[in-house]
């Protein structure tokens, strides 16, 4: 059975000589796992739409459950990312987390969109690399079910002044009723109001937030801690970037 998708590569891994064992998030059929054949060969039509990082239109045969890619053209090579290696470690961090939150067969038409707008505003330097990475982990959250709760104190109520957010609840505190919420960090009031926007905003719209440098540096330590608290794991890709952008 021959089917057409449109698919993100996530993931790439060398099979035998010259195969690839690919992990897509398609359009229609989540997550899945496809086999390329002879996608490493020179020869191959398959190989610049088969790369990691590629969006593509495949076309693919399924047999007991296993899918063969047997044409494949790419719809955005995201090519700026080839160009800088700081974009394009950024942009394999984003496809190792969203391997790890989507869920196999399940489509994901949000998740999957947002993966495009990071990628494609990575690859183009459309914003501070730190200002995409803080909004795609946090829109992350959200759609696989963390959403903080951002609108007031969950203590007293109140707007806070020296807000803080509970990594362990997901909850907006300020700085006096936090004692008790576990593990936290501290915000400013553009960091705050910076990831009320990334919650809330349509997509089109979730990189439009002013934020200075100061405010930006703690929203991204912020976003990526609640990541890494709710994912239980580290992210290589994550420690490769850092690694490069000290260098």
Known sequence: MFKTVNALVLREARYKEADRILTLLTD?????????????????????ATQQLTYSEMTLFGNRGRYTVN?????EPFAGLREDMESLSLGAYFAECIEAFSVEDQPDAQLLQLGLN??????????????????????????SGYTPELTACAVCGEEPTEPVLSLDHGQLCCRRCAYD????????????????HICAAPAKRLLAFPITDQSLLRLEETTERYLLRHAERGFSTLDYWKKIRII
């Open 118 to 143: 990071c990628l494609y505003a990575l690859s183009h330097a459309l914003c501070p690399r730190e200002k995409i990475k803080a909004a795609f982990e946090l829109r992350l959250m959200c759609l």
């Open 28 to 48: 229609t059929d989540g997550k899945i796992t496809v086999k390329a054949r002879g996608a490493l060969r020179k020869s191959s039509k398959t190989a610049a």
């Open 181 to 196: 919420r576990g593990e936290r960090t501290e915000l400013d009031g553009a960091a705050l109001s910076a990831m009320r």
């Open 71 to 75: 044409e494949a053209v790419v719809k």
